[in-house]
């Protein structure tokens, strides 16, 4: 089974009739860490034949396609493979087929046309409800806090981060750590620093400073060491900070 360990990789089936809005999904999908497409299915015979065969993970289900409706196409898969997940992507506006999907059992459901922002918040969320079903599992009990944590991930993004939106390449875990570090130096740090400090190489500590500066929680100024060759140091944001 594909979700068992902490580096997962989600396989996703995309159901969808038209092959250039379903090579368009692939390519969002696959720009998200941790999801690969196994395979494209443009009708209902596909779809089941590729459904049996692939046993994917996670389907991403057009709501219309000639052959079949994408909701009962949704039952069908919950019927017959209770461990793949459903998203749910149509143009079609009607209250009754959200209502239907969502209980149906689809994790989410997504309007067309497909923003990818959009698409990579459902597909985290995705991701972080799987790490912590594994880790219950792992752990054999559950409590009270862990329920609730399932459900609010399940249903809505995490609130607890504002890193929702992180681009190929950047780790939410090691964001974390680094931004942790920024913060507790209180004259700043440089790229080389943070490498020591973190366990990075040096490039990847300036990639990942340079995305904080970006998003606007980290400034840079430039210093001259000994030799009077500039250098950046990088400083968390204050309130003060304009």
Avoid: C, W
Avoid at 77 to 97: C, L, P, S
């Amino acid at each position: 089974m594909i979700l068992e360990s902490q580096h997962l990789t989600v396989e996703v089936l995309i159901i969808e009739d038209d092959v250039k809005i379903a090579e368009i999904n692939r390519r969002f999908i696959e720009k998200v860490d941790g999801f690969h497409v196994v395979g494209i299915a443009t009708d209902e015979v596909q779809a089941k034949e590729q459904l049996d065969i692939l046993k994917p993970n996670l389907v991403l289900l057009d709501v219309y396609f000639p052959g079949s409706n994408g909701l009962d196409m949704l039952s069908y898969i919950r019927q017959h493979y209770r461990d793949t997940d459903v998203i749910m992507i149509t143009a079609a506006k009607e209250v009754e087929a959200i209502r239907e999907a969502v209980r149906s059992g689809a994790f989410d459901y997504i309007m067309k046309p497909l923003i990818f922002n959009r698409l990579q918040e459902t597909l985290l969320r995705y991701m972080d409800f799987h790490n912590e079903l594994n880790r219950l599992n792992q752990s054999g009990s559950i409590n009270q806090s862990d329920v609730d944590r399932l459900i609010s991930g399940a249903g809505k993004k995490d609130s607890r981060t504002d890193h929702s939106y992180l681009p190929k390449g950047i780790d939410k875990l090691t964001l974390v750590k680094i931004v942790q570090a920024i913060s507790a130096a209180e004259h700043g740090m440089s790229a080389e620093q943070i490498a020591k400090e973190i366990g990075v190489s040096r490039s990847t500590g300036r990639r990942y400073l340079e995305h904080l500066v970006s998003s606007g929680e980290v400034f840079a100024d430039l210093t001259y060491g000994v030799v009077g060759r500039p250098e950046r140091v990088y400083r968390k944001k204050s309130p003060l900070d304009s």
